[in-house]
């Protein structure tokens, strides 16, 4: 059996919380589950923060990343989960979970990113419709925009904004600072060892506190 799905636009319209506060946890929930799959604490901590905070339009991704990162393995956590999503996810959803649960696998599901997800499955069904409900925003700073974008899971699309933003000589502090904290907080010692290589060359001076982060991703 395969799951075709057609509630797309209206979960991505969702209204969110007006909350900068929430909104920030959240953010730093997403890239935290980024940044760390395998810390399924945090995945049930996330799916427990969009149930206390109301964030509902969220539960499906979050509850999709928890599946996605333990696979087969860790089912009463996935039931346990599930069963405390199910009354505030709609019908299409519930059919979507129950049958990854039934097979124990996403293997009969078309591929599907549910908004607030960050994590992409490699065992669904690769499907030729796009059945990505998210929808960037495209008004706001560059800033707004790549936080709109984490709040939906699409950590990639923020990151592909502030790299643009920084592509310059001489990038603003705010986004260089944003895009830091994205690389911190996902863990990409990589990249972040190579941007402030770069911003270092250019004469931009790192507070003490980013040299302090600098120093423990060594242990990362």
């Given at each position: 059996?395969?799951?075709?799905?057609?509630?797309?636009?209206?979960?991505?319209?969702?209204?969110?919380?007006?909350?900068?506060?929430?909104?920030?946890?959240?953010?730093?929930?997403?890239?935290?589950?980024?940044?760390?799959?395998?810390?399924?604490?945090?995945?049930?901590?996330?799916?427990?923060?969009?149930?206390?905070?109301?964030?509902?339009?969220?539960?499906?991704?979050?509850?999709?990343?928890?599946?996605?990162?333990?696979?087969?393995?860790?089912?009463?956590?996935?039931?346990?989960?599930?069963?405390?999503?199910?009354?505030?996810?709609?019908?299409?959803?519930?059919?979507?979970?129950?049958?990854?649960?039934?097979?124990?696998?996403?293997?009969?599901?078309?591929?599907?990113?549910?908004?607030?997800?960050?994590l992409i499955s490699q065992t669904c069904k690769p499907s030729v419709?796009?059945?990505?409900?998210?929808?960037?925003?495209?008004?706001?700073?560059?800033?707004?925009?790549?936080?709109?974008?984490?709040?939906?899971?699409?950590?990639?699309?923020?990151?592909?904004?502030?790299?643009?933003?920084?592509?310059?000589?001489k990038p603003e502090t705010s986004y260089v600072e944003e895009l830091?904290?994205?690389?911190?907080?996902?863990?990409?010692?990589?990249?972040?060892?190579?941007?402030?290589?770069?911003?270092?060359?250019?004469?931009?001076?790192?507070?003490?506190?980013?040299?302090?982060?600098?120093?423990?991703?060594?242990?990362?």
């Amino acid at each position: 059996m395969t799951n075709s799905r057609t509630n797309t636009s209206n979960k991505a319209s969702s209204k969110q919380a007006d909350d900068p506060a929430l909104l920030d946890s959240w953010r730093r929930l997403n890239l935290s589950v980024k940044g760390q799959p395998n810390q399924f604490q945090q995945h049930s901590q996330r799916i427990l923060f969009a149930l206390q905070h109301n964030l509902h339009q969220f539960l499906p991704g979050a509850l999709q990343d928890l599946f996605i990162a333990l696979g087969k393995n860790g089912r009463p956590l996935r039931e346990r989960m599930y069963s405390l999503a199910v009354p505030l996810i709609d019908h299409n959803d519930r059919e979507y979970f129950h049958e990854w649960l039934a097979h124990d696998s996403d293997s009969t599901l078309e591929c599907h990113r549910f908004p607030g997800s960050v994590l992409i499955s490699q065992t669904c069904k690769p499907s030729v419709a796009d059945s990505d409900p998210y929808v960037p925003q495209t008004t706001g700073s560059l800033i707004e925009q790549g936080r709109h974008a984490i709040d939906y899971g699409r950590v990639e699309i923020a990151e592909s904004i502030l790299e643009s933003a920084c592509d310059k000589k001489k990038p603003e502090t705010s986004y260089v600072e944003e895009l830091m904290s994205l690389y911190a907080a996902t863990r990409q010692k990589e990249k972040l060892s190579v941007f402030t290589n770069k911003l270092q060359k250019q004469r931009f001076k790192l507070s003490k506190h980013w040299k302090q982060v600098l120093e423990s991703s060594k242990e990362w």
